[in-house]
Protein backbone atom coordinates (compact mmCIF):
# COMPACT_ATOMS: atom_id res chain seq x y z
CA UNK A 1 0.00 0.00 0.00
CA UNK A 2 0.93 3.55 -1.05
CA UNK A 3 0.97 6.76 0.83
CA UNK A 4 1.47 10.04 0.60
CA UNK A 5 1.40 11.70 3.53
CA UNK A 6 1.59 15.94 3.86
CA UNK A 7 2.47 18.64 6.16
CA UNK A 8 3.26 22.05 6.86
CA UNK A 9 0.44 23.75 5.94
CA UNK A 10 -1.32 26.55 8.75
CA UNK A 11 -2.20 30.11 8.99
CA UNK A 12 -0.14 32.65 7.96
CA UNK A 13 -0.41 36.45 7.01
CA UNK A 14 -0.33 37.75 3.96
CA UNK A 15 2.85 38.10 2.28
CA UNK A 16 4.14 35.79 4.28
CA UNK A 17 5.93 32.02 3.76
CA UNK A 18 5.39 28.34 4.21
CA UNK A 19 6.47 25.37 2.87
CA UNK A 20 4.38 22.17 2.26
CA UNK A 21 6.37 18.76 2.54
CA UNK A 22 4.74 15.33 1.16
CA UNK A 23 6.96 11.90 1.67
CA UNK A 24 5.56 8.33 0.08
CA UNK A 25 5.81 5.69 1.92
CA UNK A 26 5.26 1.94 1.29
CA UNK A 27 5.86 -0.27 -1.21
CA UNK A 28 7.09 0.43 -4.97
CA UNK A 29 8.74 0.68 -7.38
CA UNK A 30 9.22 4.47 -8.58
CA UNK A 31 7.65 7.29 -8.60
CA UNK A 32 7.40 9.67 -11.29
CA UNK A 33 5.83 13.14 -11.78
CA UNK A 34 5.09 14.64 -8.67
CA UNK A 35 3.29 17.47 -7.94
CA UNK A 36 0.88 19.96 -5.79
CA UNK A 37 -2.89 20.98 -6.50
CA UNK A 38 -5.12 23.00 -4.56
CA UNK A 39 -9.15 23.65 -3.74
CA UNK A 40 -10.98 26.03 -2.47
CA UNK A 41 -14.48 26.14 -1.52
CA UNK A 42 -16.57 25.60 -4.76
CA UNK A 43 -14.19 25.81 -6.90
CA UNK A 44 -12.44 22.80 -8.81
CA UNK A 45 -9.24 21.42 -7.64
CA UNK A 46 -6.74 23.25 -9.69
CA UNK A 47 -2.72 22.34 -10.87
CA UNK A 48 -0.51 24.17 -8.55
CA UNK A 49 3.20 22.69 -9.64
CA UNK A 50 4.69 19.74 -10.23
CA UNK A 51 8.06 18.40 -11.09
CA UNK A 52 9.06 15.52 -12.99
CA UNK A 53 12.03 12.96 -11.64
CA UNK A 54 14.33 14.54 -13.73
CA UNK A 55 13.67 17.89 -12.21
CA UNK A 56 11.56 19.54 -14.86
CA UNK A 57 9.00 22.03 -13.36
CA UNK A 58 5.75 23.65 -14.02
CA UNK A 59 3.49 26.26 -13.04
CA UNK A 60 0.49 27.41 -12.93
CA UNK A 61 0.31 31.46 -13.94
CA UNK A 62 -1.30 32.62 -10.50
CA UNK A 63 1.63 31.37 -8.46
CA UNK A 64 4.72 31.35 -11.03
CA UNK A 65 7.51 33.57 -9.15
CA UNK A 66 6.08 33.14 -5.83
CA UNK A 67 6.01 29.25 -5.48
CA UNK A 68 8.92 26.97 -5.72
CA UNK A 69 8.37 22.74 -6.00
CA UNK A 70 11.08 21.19 -5.48
CA UNK A 71 11.56 16.63 -4.88
CA UNK A 72 14.28 14.35 -3.15
CA UNK A 73 14.31 11.38 -5.04
CA UNK A 74 16.42 9.59 -2.20
CA UNK A 75 13.60 10.52 0.26
CA UNK A 76 10.82 10.43 -1.89
CA UNK A 77 9.67 13.81 -0.95
CA UNK A 78 8.19 16.61 -3.03
CA UNK A 79 8.10 20.19 -1.44
CA UNK A 80 6.37 23.17 -1.99
CA UNK A 81 8.07 26.70 -1.07
CA UNK A 82 5.06 29.27 -1.07
CA UNK A 83 6.79 32.66 -0.48
CA UNK A 84 4.32 36.34 -1.02
CA UNK A 85 1.43 34.35 0.05
CA UNK A 86 -1.80 36.14 -0.82
CA UNK A 87 -5.41 35.57 0.50
CA UNK A 88 -6.30 34.25 -2.74
CA UNK A 89 -4.01 31.07 -2.27
CA UNK A 90 -6.29 29.95 1.03
CA UNK A 91 -6.93 26.46 -0.32
CA UNK A 92 -6.54 22.77 0.72
CA UNK A 93 -3.28 21.47 -0.73
CA UNK A 94 -3.23 18.10 -1.72
CA UNK A 95 0.20 16.47 -2.89
CA UNK A 96 -0.18 14.02 -6.03
CA UNK A 97 2.31 11.69 -7.44
CA UNK A 98 2.62 8.86 -10.50
CA UNK A 99 3.39 5.31 -9.05
CA UNK A 100 5.04 2.12 -10.59
CA UNK A 101 4.30 -0.85 -8.39
CA UNK A 102 6.49 -3.01 -10.40
CA UNK A 103 8.72 -2.27 -13.37
CA UNK A 104 6.12 -4.11 -15.44
CA UNK A 105 3.39 -2.11 -14.53
CA UNK A 106 1.81 1.04 -15.98
CA UNK A 107 2.20 3.84 -13.00
CA UNK A 108 -1.05 4.64 -11.02
CA UNK A 109 -2.18 8.32 -10.13
CA UNK A 110 -1.91 8.64 -6.18
CA UNK A 111 -3.31 11.78 -3.85
CA UNK A 112 -2.36 12.62 -0.61
CA UNK A 113 -5.29 13.55 2.03
CA UNK A 114 -4.73 17.77 1.79
CA UNK A 115 -2.98 19.73 4.16
CA UNK A 116 -4.98 23.67 4.78
CA UNK A 117 -3.45 26.42 3.86
CA UNK A 118 -5.02 29.71 5.37
CA UNK A 119 -3.90 33.05 4.23
CA UNK A 120 -5.15 35.63 6.10
CA UNK A 121 -4.39 38.67 8.80
Known amino acids: QVQLVESGGGLVQPGGSLRLSCAAS????????MGWYRQSPGKQRELVAN???????NYADTVRGRFTVSRDNAKYTVYLQMDSLEPEDTAVYYC???????????????WGQGTQVTVSS
Open 96 to 110: DADVAIWPSVAPSHR
Open 51 to 57: ISSAGTT
Open 26 to 33: GTFYSIGD
